[in-house]
């Protein structure tokens, strides 16, 4: 019993990626602002200038990986083996709950293909067709639909992301285990690159809101300036005051609410930078705040929220629209607005019924992600943990 117990011990402090409390807080309440960018409902939000740049940040996920990453692995990336072990534990992060949940959606589509066969019923596209096409699926569970192999998001639309920083992430490895120390001076050739190609490669309409074509610069440029954060960080630490920390969110924010889908998006890596770099320091009364028990539960599930919001979004959608059969009333209507068809309701003060809509989306994937949490995303992560642990003594022995 007691060699059972210092043996979860040992393990359970292996599970403990460096953690920086303001920052996964950070990361849950950015998990929280993609969801609402996407939310199926014709909202007060959807008319802000706030929700029109909502959609960057993703690349604060990026900065935030390339700075945890670089914290945790940098100076541990000094051999094949270990950047085996360490490309193996990334695998198991990130592709058991991107396959959960596209086994939730093959579900969905199955249900779709049996109420056309037996019902004639039928909304939108035909079941395993277009986006969600067995090819793509394919696709998607090689981690590949994002690396310009196809020419259109499929399937659950978020996990392009996942895609790229898988791969995003072994770039890192094999340049860390390779140059050490000197990485930064390559982190700076490719942030600039990878900029350089988003600006001339991407259309005006679009810059970084680009995810299946230019996804991988994309997530190249925000993983690498989080490296260079880190570098920065690790050799100038910094003590900002509580001042500084609330004009750094206020900076965030009114950026993104003003960069919009203009050249100026291409920043984005950059703002995040300096928000990271000043929270990581936790040292003013925000980042206290933002340290508080429940945020950071909100931050461990960030995963989770941001791969489940879109199918929480579906299901919520299918029975507002089976209640309004069930009911006989219409009190709905599909919208377009920026390329995005939402619901939005047909009577008096419908903004404010879709804000309450909203809330009970959000609820319902935050409800959701707990639920992936405890029964994906935590057994899967320890089990690729042993799995590496494993593989490296066997290489070790073969060695």
């Not at 996407?38 to 909202?43: D, G, K, L, R, V």
């Not at 925000?286 to 539960?297: A, E, M």
């Amino acid at each position: 019993m007691h060699l059972q117990r210092a043996q979860a011990v040992r393990l359970s402090k292996e599970l403990l990626v460096p953690k920086f409390e303001a920052l996964e807080t950070w990361r849950g309440l950015a998990a929280i602002v993609v969801a609402l960018y996407h939310s199926p409902f014709n909202s007060h939000l959807v008319h802000t200038r706030l929700f029109d740049g909502a959609y960057l940040f993703v690349d604060f996920f990026f900065v935030l990986s390339g700075f945890v990453m670089s914290h945790a692995y940098c100076d541990r990336l000094g051999t094949s083996r270990e950047v085996g072990v360490f490309v193996l534990r990334r695998f198991g992060r990130l592709w058991p709950l991107h396959v959960s949940v596209l086994l939730l959606m093959v579900v969905s589509e199955l249900v779709k293909l049996g109420m056309v066969e037996h019902y004639q019923m039928i909304t939108g596209q035909m079941p395993f067709t277009g986006a969600t096409s067995v090819r793509d699926l394919i696709y998607n569970v090689l981690l590949l639909h994002s690396v310009g192999i196809v020419d259109h998001v499929s399937w659950n639309v978020p996990s392009w992301s996942i895609s790229v920083e898988f791969y995003t992430a072994v770039l890192f490895a094999i340049c860390a285990s390779t140059l050490g120390s000197r990485t930064w001076g390559l982190a700076i050739v490719l942030c600039v690159i990878s900029a350089g190609v988003i600006l001339t490669g991407s259309t005006h309409e679009k810059v970084m809101d680009v995810s299946f074509d230019f996804g991988l610069p994309r997530c190249i440029l925000g993983f690498f300036a989080g490296h260079l954060t880190y570098r920065l960080f690790q050799i100038r630490p910094t003590q900002p005051s509580s001042a500084v920390e609330w004009a750094v969110m206020a900076m965030v924010f009114v950026f993104v609410a003003f960069a919009g889908k203009s050249a100026l998006s291409v920043a984005a890596p950059a703002v995040f930078s300096v928000a990271v770099y000043v929270f990581a320091a936790q040292s003013g009364a925000l980042s206290n705040f933002l340290g508080r028990r429940w945020f950071q539960t909100l931050g461990s599930l960030s995963y989770s929220i941001y791969l489940l919001h879109i199918f929480t979004g579906i299901l919520l959608v299918t029975l507002t629209r089976y209640a309004e059969r069930l009911l006989g009333v219409g009190w709905f209507e599909r919208v377009t607005d920026g390329g995005e068809t939402r619901l939005a309701g047909t009577f008096d003060g419908a903004l404010w019924v879709m804000d309450a809509m909203n809330v009970a989306y959000i609820g319902c994937a935050v409800v959701a992600a707990i639920g992936t949490y405890r029964v994906v995303e935590e057994p899967a992560r320890r089990f690729f943990i042993r799995l590496s642990k494993r593989l490296a003594a066997d290489l070790r022995f073969k060695l």
